[in-house]
């Protein structure tokens, strides 16, 4: 993705475009493949709902550690990650290799970020949800930010699991699903927030 965003200039706009571009893609491929085997389309059904129902301790282990790992190098990053929030020109000053500190952020987050999927299925909006409120309580601490998430994200899967097994007793919803009923208020309200401030500004 950033290879792809910097052709045309590495923003966060063009990162994110090419993020959508490439998850289009890869969605086309998994819409086929499913589309070829009855079997597969009901994985992907239980896959793309998300969820913690039937997942063993024994199958956490590699994924666990993969996470562990990804955190670790996180933190010991932490504060080249707090000079690199300063922006690109004052980072460099201070002596941060920008490029290859983007990359191995890049690495770790798609190494935690893969490895629970592997497991849960695509649990939506935690990324968004999780650092919003983390910032409001731990301010903006690099190392604070990234303990404090980790913790924060893992309690509110969790959470959501629950509500789905309990609320809706003896039918069972996706934690996934109780995420999006979640995430897609608190994301909207975050778009008419920054919308209000831009309409302020004017």
Do not use: W
């Amino acid at each position: 993705i950033l290879a792809m965003a910097g052709r045309v200039g590495s923003t966060r706009a063009t990162v994110v475009l090419a993020g959508i571009a490439l998850t289009t893609l890869l969605n086309a491929g998994i819409s086929f493949l499913s589309m070829m085997d009855s079997d597969i389309l009901l994985a992907y059904h239980d896959f793309s709902t998300g969820g913690l129902s039937g997942i063993r301790l024994q199958s956490l282990a590699v994924p666990g550690a993969i996470i562990l790992a990804s955190l670790g190098v996180s933190l010991l990053a932490s504060r080249r990650i707090q000079l690199l929030c300063l922006g690109d020109t004052m980072a460099l000053s201070l002596g941060v290799r920008v490029k290859a500190l983007r990359m191995v952020c890049l690495l770790c987050a798609s190494a935690a970020a893969s490895a629970v999927v592997s497991f849960a299925g695509l649990l939506g909006f935690v990324g968004l949800v999780v650092p919003h409120i983390a910032r409001r309580i731990v301010g903006e601490n690099t190392k604070s930010l990234l303990l404090f998430s980790s913790l924060a994200g893992a309690i509110l899967v969790l959470m959501a699991d629950l509500l789905g097994r309990v609320l809706f007793a003896p039918a069972e919803v996706p934690a996934g699903i109780v995420m999006a009923a979640i995430g897609a208020p608190f994301f909207f309200s975050l778009l008419l927030k920054k919308g209000g401030d831009a309409h302020a500004k004017l």
